[in-house]
């Protein structure tokens, strides 16, 4: 490539986009011509130039991180999601050159986030509102509440145990229900299924950090891991949101929605947390690969997934001792079931 022999006008960014090493002392050596690609001699990452110089550096259009307002934001917030269940390709077109904008991308997990936040508010909501309208304390008994205050309360403190009022009568008093009785109630019998998922992609970034190939040698920023993992957030909320539907809509079949509904629901649910598992995995080792472009990346990814699993594990059996066995049933055979 020519070069005019004035390195002090390269533009673009001059450090190495896995490790963040200066790399202006190999730019000052080139005399005559800049040569088309180069090496990273803190972490020993291969790049082309061009990727880290020129002004014109293809993005990748369909990824929050680059949006320019937030119309084009919600737009490419639908792009992206879609894109993950396409790992290699997301990896491929989202490189190590394109720096992590931390904001926007920070945005994208709290949506994910907030997305399952309002259903469980939406779910508390259902649940308590059924349970109001179906009971027949009234003719005998009188609230202190109304229902819609009682719905309400459900919904903003969904995993509150105290009772939020009383039903009474000239010969007796009853408590209304606790806020966890209706939606945490009813996945409680399910619950560790999530969390053993949930556990599983909160502590595989953690590992890839501890581990010593990966930040004493290759020397990766700890943004690229973060923008794995949020990224990655998508799985784990997309399997719960399925679960809390799939325990809601039982309920509103009967009045406002047809019972195969709530029937494709349950079966998604039930497909979503099977699939999660390898689903993360996947994406974990593509990324190291593709992404992160990691020499031996398959050992990285066997240590990432084994320490996951067993940390997930020791989770489930903290929170349910005695459905250790059953988890791992499950995760074995309910998929042929």
Same mark, same amino acid.
């Given at each position: ?104 991308? !920070? ?56 009772? $939020? ?9 009853? /408590? ?6 209706? $939606? ?9 299924? /999530? ?109 990432? !997934? ?15 001792? /005695? ?15």
């Amino acid at each position: 490539m020519p070069h005019d022999g004035n390195n002090s006008a390269v533009h673009g960014n001059t450090r190495c986009p896995r490790c963040g090493y200066d790399l202006r002392g190999a730019i000052e050596t080139w005399k005559e011509a800049c040569p088309l690609h180069g090496t990273c001699t803190e972490c020993g990452l291969a790049f082309a130039w061009a990727e880290l110089l020129s002004r014109h550096v293809r993005l990748a259009l369909w990824c929050v991180e680059f949006a320019q307002d937030f119309g084009e934001y919600r737009r490419r917030f639908e792009r992206t999601a879609l894109k993950s269940f396409q790992p290699w390709r997301f990896w491929r077109e989202l490189r190590l050159a394109h720096e992590p904008r931390i904001a926007r991308l !920070t945005l994208y997990g709290m949506l994910l986030i907030v997305v399952v936040w309002l259903l469980v508010m939406v779910g508390q909501g259902t649940l308590a509102g059924s349970f109001w309208y179906h009971q027949n304390f009234f003719p005998s008994g009188t609230p202190n509440t109304s229902g819609y205050a009682f719905v309400i309360r459900c919904m903003l403190l969904p995993s509150s145990e105290t009772s $939020l009022g009383f039903v009474s009568s000239p010969g007796w008093t009853s /408590p209304l229900p606790a806020p966890s009785d209706f $939606l945490l109630e009813c996945l409680d019998d399910e619950w560790d299924i /999530p969390i053993f998922l949930s556990v599983y992609s909160l502590i595989a970034p953690l590992v890839f950090l501890v581990l010593p190939v990966t930040m004493r040698m290759a020397k990766v920023r700890r943004v690229h891991v973060y923008r794995i993992f949020v990224y990655g957030l998508l799985f784990s909320t997309l399997a719960l949101s399925l679960h809390i539907l799939a325990r809601v809509l039982p309920e509103l079949q009967y009045r406002f929605i047809p019972t195969w509904i709530s029937i494709v629901f349950d079966w998604l649910a039930r497909i979503s947390l099977v699939a999660f598992l390898p689903l993360m995995m996947i994406w974990w080792h593509v990324a190291i690969k593709t992404y992160l472009q990691m020499k031996g990346s398959f050992k990285i990814w066997l240590a990432i !997934t084994l320490i996951a699993l067993l940390t997930a594990l020791v989770a489930v059996y903290v929170w349910y001792p /005695p459905r250790l066995v059953e988890i791992l049933s499950w995760i074995l055979f309910r998929s042929t079931t």
